[in-house]
């Protein structure tokens, strides 16, 4: 059974550009969230998706945004790239999300570099 | 709004030797996870409590919650090199159905 994908797993942008990142999640999972981790913040709830349908979002700025689409794939987007953007971007997947998910299954993030 | 502690920071241990990772909530835990990360790399699941008093076991790592559901803690019995990783608890939040809320993380070293 495959794993969660992220791809590209490294990637680096000049302030002010645009991003998308994306994640693959474990086939039969209809749950992908999406995370920010940074060394001085730890791990930050982004937004998650469920069937198509932002379920919740995190507290960031409207330039993070993102989709699924209908075979549960997901996109994230980082308009107006800033330095403190930089980050370790993680996806997960689980059967039904939520608070009350059980296991989530990670992929291994996409590390953005902000210059 | 809910917060999870965990402490310590960092921990250096001597391999074989014990440790305790703890995690704190202000408020009732709605279902507690672990997780271990290597560095750069994505989380891996270690367990999931959800009943105050639970204990749950795999290979050397013991990890339980309290009766109140407030707090956890992971043990690890004579660690090895491959215990090494950053740890991260993460709990239901009360405040959102559909949100995880996660512990600073725990950066565990082992020195042969």
Known sequence: ?115 | SQELEQSPQSLIVQEGKNLTINCTSSKTLYGLYWYKQKYGEGLIFLMMLQKGGEEKSHEKITAKLDEKKQQSSLHITASQPSHAGIYLCGAGSLDSNYQLIWGAGTKLIIKP
């Open chain 1, 1 to 115: 059974k495959a794993g969660v994908t992220q791809t590209p797993r490294y990637l680096i942008k000049t302030r002010g550009q645009q991003v998308t990142l994306s994640c693959s999640p474990i086939s039969g999972h209809r749950s992908v969230s999406w995370y920010q981790q940074t060394p001085g913040q730890g791990l930050q709830f982004l937004f998650e998706y469920f069937s198509e349908t932002q379920r919740n979002k995190g507290n960031f700025p409207g330039r993070f945004s993102g989709r699924q689409f209908s075979n549960s794939r997901s996109e994230m987007n980082v308009s107006t790239l800033e330095l403190g953007d930089s980050a370790l971007y993680l996806c997960a997947s689980s059967l039904i999300g939520g608070r009350n998910t059980g296991e989530l299954f990670f992929g291994e993030g996409s590390r953005l570099t902000v210059l």
